[in-house]
Each structure stands twice: as C-alpha cells, then as structure tokens.
C-alpha cells in the first residue's frame, strides 16, 4: 500500500501543479487501487500484463485527474424537487457513461476484431471483472465522487 501511495503522491503533484493530495482521497484512492490489484492476482491469477491492462482500464474510468459531475454532490442547502430530479438525472447519465467507458474498454481486449480489438482477457475473466467493478467501484460511485471531489 505505501507503494501505492508514494506513486499516487507523485502524481498528483505534478498533475495538480505541486498540490497537495488530501490524506483521506489518498487512502481511499490507494486502497481502492490495492483492492483492484488482489482482484486480478489472487482471484483471477492474472500474469502482471494482464493485470497492468485491467488496472489502466480502471484507472481510465475512474477519471483521476477529476471527477465530473461532483458538483452534484456537494449541495448542502435544501433545493426544490425539480432540481433534485434533475441532479439526479445528471448523476445517473454519469453512472451510466461510466459503466459504458468501463465495458468498452474492457470488450476491446476481450474478443479479436483486428485491428481495432485484440482478445487478451477470456469470456470468463470479462465476465468476472465486470461482476467485480459493479460490485465494488458502480456500487459506491456516490462515496468516490463525493470524496474525490470534496477538499477537507
């Protein structure tokens, strides 16, 4: 994890102009990268290129550099109905498009349609991982864009 760390510390500073990454998004970002990473070498016993492909994919959906739409999130007076329908719209379509990035670039390395696609990953690993995203990063994406978007 204090690799992950010091990685993600160097890249932020240079991502964000030498700005401080907040310790609780840095744990959360971390973990969230060590977790992926038991994922696919012990649950999958991946070989490391199939496992920095699935990571970089992640890494890609997840956005790091920022997290849109978070504003949504930040709201802390009362708004009317109709905002509130049409933040949640807002965040919905952002799911959405989310999970759609995720399984796109995902089926580019699960089926051969050279040279546009090159199967890397088995149906039963594209199945396992998708099962693994929704589950973990789809399942708490309000938490990560909240975190990920609110400075302490």
């Known amino acids: 994890k ?13 991502a964000r102009s030498g700005e401080r990454i907040e310790f609780n998004e840095l744990n959360i970002l971390s973990d969230y990268h060590l977790y992926n990473l038991q994922f696919v070498r012990d649950e999958l016993h991946l070989p490391y290129d199939k496992c920095a492909l699935f990571l970089n994919i992640l890494w890609a959906v997840m956005g790091f550099d920022e997290v849109e739409g978070a504003e949504i999130l930040q709201t802390e007076s009362i708004e009317s109905e109709k905002q509130k329908a049409m933040d949640q719209d807002q965040f ?12 796109e ?17 088995s149906t039963d ?20 864009s909240y975190v990920l978007s609110t400075r302490q």
């Open 2 to 14: 204090q690799a992950i760390i010091e990685f993600l510390t160097d890249y932020y500073a240079k």
């Open 125 to 144: 690993e594209f199945e396992k991982m998708v099962k693994y995203v929704k589950c973990s990063y789809f399942k708490h994406f309000r938490l990560y």
């Open 105 to 121: 670039l995902l089926c580019m390395f699960s089926m051969e349609q050279l040279p546009y696609k090159m199967k890397v990953f």
């Open 92 to 103: 919905n379509n952002q799911l959405e498009d989310k999970l759609s990035l995720f399984k």
